[in-house]
């Protein structure tokens, strides 16, 4: 599933559509009325933790003509949290979450609906091209993916979402403080979060506390803080914590740059199977006992788990 820094740059795709008017629509999802969104103006797009939000309305609105005045230049840098906390993802992106919360005034404008995109596992959205097969099915078809749901613009250009979800909401679910990606995320909270009586691998993947954060980078920054991931939160010392979320941040940061100038990102220790000093790397399937489990790759030598006194008895 695409994590936060992927779902920015989708977002990235979208912006410059905003403030065009829809002059055509396909797809084959169900979750929509399409011909509900023939002759809308795209009005808005905003990214919140896995989620995208795209506003349609019946005309502009000043915020859409400001948005759409918006350039991306993909060429320029990109400061971290500790560089700069108010900038830490590129200045499109940062205008977007900025009008986040000044969109919520005008959340009661019937003229503005909102539509919320959840990817799944291989989601993306494109800009002008359709995705092509790149190898045979089962069967040994070489069949191209479905879109979800394709715009055409009065500009010519069009828009192709694959594999998501697609629900009506009334307007963005905006929670900064628990974003990583959001210069409001709350480092306090996220350390409470982390200290709890649960492994911390399970506490990353919690949404209400870090969204945004995924499997790849949930992997990622346990290697980086030499924390294995079935440790007990509430058995690591704070510093230890602290370690943890600062590499959260600056993980997604990097990844979020990477993704926006087009370039690869280095894996540590995800899909590995030696670590960087040499080590097996275990591959496991760990999640809440009724919850989903996802492949976990840690080095049991780099990440020593940290066990109470009764666990190591049994």
């Not at 594999?163 to 990583?180: A, F, G, M, W």
């Not at 709890?196 to 399970?202: A, T």
Request: charged share 25%; net charge positive.
């Amino acid at each position: 599933m695409p994590e936060g820094p992927t779902v920015r740059r989708f977002c990235s795709r979208v912006s410059p559509f905003v403030g065009q008017q829809v002059v055509k629509v396909g797809g084959r999802t169900r979750q929509i009325a399409l011909q509900d969104l023939m002759g809308q103006w795209l009005q808005d797009c905003q990214v919140h933790g896995k989620n995208l939000y795209v506003a349609f309305g019946c005309g502009l609105t000043p915020e859409a003509t400001s948005d759409n005045a918006r350039e991306l230049d993909d060429g320029k840098s990109h400061n971290t949290h500790e560089e700069n906390a108010s900038n830490s993802f590129p200045p499109s992106e940062a205008t977007t979450s900025t009008n986040l919360l000044d969109s919520l005034k005008n959340e009661e404008n019937p003229r503005r609906k909102w539509l919320r995109f959840h990817f799944g596992l291989y989601g993306s959205v494109r800009v002008n091209e359709l995705a092509r097969a790149k190898q045979g099915n089962k069967r040994g078809d070489w069949k191209d993916p479905t879109p979800r749901l394709i715009l055409h613009f009065t500009s010519g250009g069009f828009l192709v979402f694959y594999n998501c979800r697609i629900l009506r909401c009334s307007s963005p679910s905006v929670e900064p403080t628990c974003d990583i990606l959001s210069s409001e995320f709350d480092k306090g909270k996220a350390l409470r979060a982390l200290s709890l009586p649960r492994p911390v691998c399970i506490s990353l993947m919690d949404q209400r506390h870090f969204s945004g954060v995924g499997n790849i980078i949930k992997n990622e920054i346990l290697f980086l803080a030499e924390v294995h991931p079935l440790s007990l939160g509430s058995l690591l010392p704070v510093e230890t914590l602290r370690t943890l979320v600062d590499h959260a941040i600056s993980f997604t940061a990097q990844w979020l740059r990477n993704k926006m100038q087009g370039e690869p990102l280095h894996y540590h220790i995800y899909m590995k199977e030696h670590c960087e000093k040499g080590h097996k790397v275990v591959k496991e399937s760990i999640g809440p006992p009724c919850g989903l489990q996802r492949l976990t790759w840690y080095c049991p030598t780099c990440q020593e788990r940290v066990q109470s006194p009764t666990q190591e008895r049994s």
